[in-house]
């Protein structure tokens, strides 16, 4: 059976509900982003197929020069991560993540195996590992939506949910599987990259890819996607706005 918890604005500042929660806050980061919760200095664990939500934004916070051992915040398999908010990940970090022979995560950033679910912007500054099993990150809003901030993502799974536009201000990448469903995903002037050269790797009901140009076509979104030489036929389902 699947445990919920709901984080609200009471929250204290350091808890525990079937996951593990060290150094947790509240701070304000921006006029933009006011995390409702900030992981700073320690783990935040989600294990057991859990469920939880952030009633606000998420800040993933540890200092440059932290060399705490544990890892920073990780989601595992059939975990939930439901953000209402923005999730802005700050983490620094140099190094992959490290598992045991157990499965047990020893050293990461950001490590997602379960799915991460953003009602608002996806901010990353940093280090972020998609997992390797079913990390998946849903941005789900009827709003307009922004995978941002100062480093590229490297998706496992994106799935883009409900009507509002999914808006790119740099290069991503996915390495599994882009599920546009019914929602659009504007590149802007940047790239979204497929690595996975299976031609199901990008799916889609109504939604679609759009792209822009600058002022004299010198610089251009797109959708790229690695192919193999099966044969197979490879969709790009792409409306170019100017």
């Known amino acids: 059976m699947n445990n919920s918890t709901t984080v609200k604005s009471v929250l204290s500042s350091v808890f525990a509900v079937a996951v593990l929660f060290l150094s947790c806050n509240i701070q304000q980061v921006s006029a933009q982003y006011n995390p409702i919760l900030t992981v700073k200095g320690g783990t935040f664990y989600l294990k057991d197929s859990v469920i939880v939500r952030v009633n606000g934004d998420m800040l993933n916070q540890v200092p440059v020069n932290d060399n705490d051992v544990l890892p920073a915040m990780r989601v595992t398999q059939q975990s939930v991560l439901d953000i209402q908010g923005s999730f802005i990940n700050n983490y620094k970090c140099g190094q992959p993540p490290v598992i045991d022979n157990n499965g047990n995560l020893i050293f990461s950033a950001m490590y997602n195996d379960g799915t991460i679910i953003v009602k608002n912007d996806w901010v990353n500054n940093d280090t972020f590992y998609g997992g390797s099993a079913g990390g998946t990150v849903v941005l789900s809003s009827v709003d307009p939506q922004l995978i941002t901030g100062t480093h590229p993502t490297t998706f496992n799974i994106l799935t883009l949910d409900s009507a509002g536009v999914k808006t790119q201000t740099l290069n991503a990448i996915v390495t599994k599987k882009l599920n546009l469903a019914n929602s659009q995903l504007n590149t ?55």
């Open 188 to 242: 802007d002037l940047y790239k979204m990259t497929v690595t996975n050269a299976t031609p199901s790797s990008v799916d889609w009901i109504t939604g679609f890819v759009s792209t822009n140009t600058n002022a004299n076509n010198s610089i251009y979104g797109r959708l790229e996607r690695f192919t193999s030489n099966s044969g197979a036929d490879y969709i790009f389902p792409m409306l170019r706005l100017s």
